[in-house]
């Protein structure tokens, strides 16, 4: 018995191991390739002068690419990959359920909503995450009360369950034909785009100074959800 856990967590180790390793290698392939190409060895003494003295044998152009539009990018979707992976963890354990992602309870749609309403409101990038966060707040809000109306005490943990599962599908459906709305009435030269460049989750928009206001709240969110974990498992 003690052989196969050993043998299981050394399996883990070499999966976890080669996965970092991939998501580092594709990294740096997405710091160099692109229209403006950057050759490896470049990108990495661009990368060490910020740490190191290194002589400069690049041109600001391939420095501007680097710093400015390719890296922030590239933290931008680790942190959001990482965000999402980790979120449906979570919700998979609560559920019992290796199917549930993060949009099952209306998260998604709220927010989608939340962050379009922002868009036709004009407002900057933080109003446009406050706002997703609000409305992907309200919908789990809906969602766990709508079973609280069929108030049946006698319900088991898997019919609750079940239930709320309806219940954000319910949800869902109501958010999209919101969606749906705001479309119609957004400006399809301007606003529309915009929404649905988020929608697309698209990074082409992602600066240094968006990091640093989503950066913090992933990475606490993430520490909290890797604190909460024994407890997760036991749900």
Not at 74 to 96: E, N, P, W
Not at 111 to 120: D, K, M, N, P, Y
């Amino acid at each position: 018995m003690k052989d196969n856990k050993k043998h299981k967590k050394a399996e883990y180790g070499i999966l976890i191991t080669g996965l970092i390793i991939l998501l580092a290698a594709t990294f740096v392939i997405a710091l160099c390739a692109g229209q403006y190409s950057v050759s490896v060895p470049e990108v990495t003494k661009i990368l060490a002068s910020r740490f190191v003295n290194v002589t400069k044998t690049w041109s600001n152009t391939a420095e501007g690419v680097v710093f400015t539009l390719r890296l922030p990018r590239m933290i931008g979707a680790v942190l959001v990959g990482s965000a999402l992976s980790l979120s449906g963890a979570a919700y998979q354990g609560v559920f019992k359920n290796p199917l549930v992602a993060p949009d099952l309870l209306g998260v998604s749609s709220g927010a989608c909503v939340g962050a379009s309403v922002a868009i036709l409101l004009h407002l900057n990038s933080f109003g446009v995450q406050a706002m997703a966060f609000v409305a992907g707040i309200l919908a789990v809000g809906l969602t766990l009360f709508i079973p609280r109306l069929i108030k049946n005490t006698n319900m088991s943990i898997s019919e609750i369950a079940f239930a709320v599962g309806l219940s954000g599908i319910i949800v869902k459906g109501i958010m999209d034909s919101v969606m749906g709305i705001i479309k119609y009435v957004a400006d399809p030269e301007t606003e529309l785009q915009s929404i649905t460049y988020w929608q697309l989750g698209s990074l082409t928009k992602v600066l240094p100074k968006d990091l640093f206001t989503v950066g913090p709240v992933i990475v606490a969110a993430s520490v909290i959800i890797f604190l909460l974990r024994w407890r997760i498992n036991i749900l």
